[in-house]
């Protein structure tokens, strides 16, 4: 048994859950503008005074640890890392990405492969593709999306595409094999994922840690378009 709160801020949603044991117990979410640097810790205080879950309780701290939004990201591991110091807690850190694919229904999941997708510029987004059985079968990196991008899956089966870059992306590729989710990341999923590394005892330095803001990415250019290679 295992309390664990979550934090999820690396987008415009901010948003807090508390799992038992990998079983959620309650979720706040608010998504409006500065949110996270305003509501995160009330949203933290009122979940568990709703809850009436003492902070002793609570046996871990989890936060997405990016990609996404710089400051929703700053603030978020700041705000975990300082609670699980103040709090004497083991500090967790979830793929942004990795919790985004979880969110896939299970009537979207009846695929071989799931897409988790975050807006980046024009016709860039922040990628990694996973598995039915969410394995990451693609690593974490940034591309330019053309009408052919990711023909390889589609065009073996049902492929689930994820995450707030699918609304510019469905306008681009139109295989009959692709799906869209509409579903936003939350911290209910990041609780999910936080349970399996807290069995594993996959924690981070709290001293060192800092979110992936993937700075040092570079863009797999297109090899289509000339302007895009600029």
Not at 18 to 41: P, R, T, V, Y
Not at 147 to 165: C, M, P, Q, R
Request: aromatic share 6%.
């Amino acid at each position: 048994m295992a309390k664990i709160l979550s934090l999820e801020t690396s987008t415009p949603v901010c948003s807090v859950a508390l799992h038992d044991s990998g079983n959620i117990m309650g979720l706040k979410e608010i998504e409006e503008n500065g949110a996270h640097s305003e509501k995160l810790i009330k949203l933290i205080e009122e979940l568990l005074d709703e809850l009436q879950v003492d902070r002793k309780e609570v046996d871990a701290i989890a936060v997405s640890e990016g990609p996404g939004s710089y400051t929703g990201l700053r603030i978020g591991v700041s705000t975990a890392k300082g609670l699980a110091f103040a709090w004497g807690k083991p500090l967790i850190a979830v793929s942004t990405l990795a919790a985004l694919a979880r969110g896939a229904t299970l009537d979207e999941n009846n695929s071989s492969v799931v897409i988790a997708m975050l807006d980046a510029r024009r016709m860039e987004v922040y990628r990694e593709i996973f598995d039915a059985n969410m394995n990451s079968m693609v690593k974490l990196d940034s591309e330019i999306v053309e009408e052919d991008s990711f023909s390889d899956y589609l065009n073996k089966s049902k492929v689930v595409f994820i995450g707030d870059a699918v609304l510019k992306v469905k306008e681009v590729i139109r295989h009959s094999n692709a799906v869209f989710s509409d579903k936003r990341i939350s911290a209910s999923e990041v609780g999910e994922i936080a349970w399996e590394k807290y069995q594993n005892q996959v924690f981070e330095d709290i001293a060192y840690f800092v979110p992936n803001y993937l700075k040092e990415l570079k863009v797999l250019k297109s090899k289509k378009n000339p302007l895009l290679r600029i």
